[in-house]
């Protein structure tokens, strides 16, 4: 066998290898996203600057077993004393103000419906329940807009490169929205992923 052919056998090789090596990465990968849920625990504390609350938030993400491109996602509120007006997905770290990856609620109540409630469904509104998916479509604006991937959006999680706010309405409030941002926090892998997780997966109605 002359050299030509040699290199051209070691190239084709080292081909391979790198494929296959890549493929398992892919795999790996996968595997971890499909067996991971992710917590992020919201008080007012966790906004930059700090806000005085008693408001306090568990938001949890589970990946979808059977579709590695969505994410199901349940948000918990409790001690509210405004209406909610959106909770955001940002990218970043806890010590910054970061960019918006995607909107996890929004509401479709106008805010001047919201301040003339009667003081009984005041009370009703210091809990606050939602659930939702998140898709690739939720990813068409923002930093994760050109990959379009949740797969990138899992390994952010993985390294505490994402955070949740929720904005209420605040009377006071002199922005456009009339909202604020009043409690946050980081997301980060859940406890339980140290321990096979063996919890059935229950798609979410969204409302």
Do not use: W
Not at 142 to 154: C, F, M, Q, R, Y
């Amino acid at each position: 066998m002359n050299a030509a052919l040699i290199v051209s056998a070691i190239i084709m090789l080292v081909i391979e290898l790198t494929g296959a090596a890549a493929a398992s990465s892919d795999s790996n990968i996968i595997q971890q996203q499909q067996n991971h849920s992710f917590i992020a625990l919201l008080t007012g504390h966790n906004i930059i600057p700090t806000v005085g609350t008693n408001a306090t938030g568990t938001v949890k993400f589970q990946p979808n077993n059977s579709n590695i491109n969505e994410l199901y996602y349940e948000i918990n509120l409790t001690n509210l004393h405004n209406d909610v007006a959106r909770v955001d997905l940002y990218l970043g770290n806890k010590t910054e103000n970061g960019r918006i990856v995607a909107t996890l609620y929004q509401t479709t109540i106008n805010p001047s419906e919201i301040c003339c409630r009667s003081a009984a469904s005041e009370s009703e509104r210091s809990k606050f329940f939602f659930n939702g998916t998140i898709s690739t479509q939720n990813l068409e604006l923002g930093p994760l807009a050109s990959s379009k991937n949740i797969t990138d959006l899992v390994r952010l999680f993985n390294r505490g490169n994402t955070y949740v706010e929720v904005d209420t309405y605040q009377p006071k409030s002199l922005s456009f929205s009339g909202s604020e941002g009043e409690i946050r926090g980081q997301i980060m892998p859940s406890a339980s992923n140290s321990t096979t997780n063996t919890a059935a997966v229950v798609t979410p109605t969204i409302k």
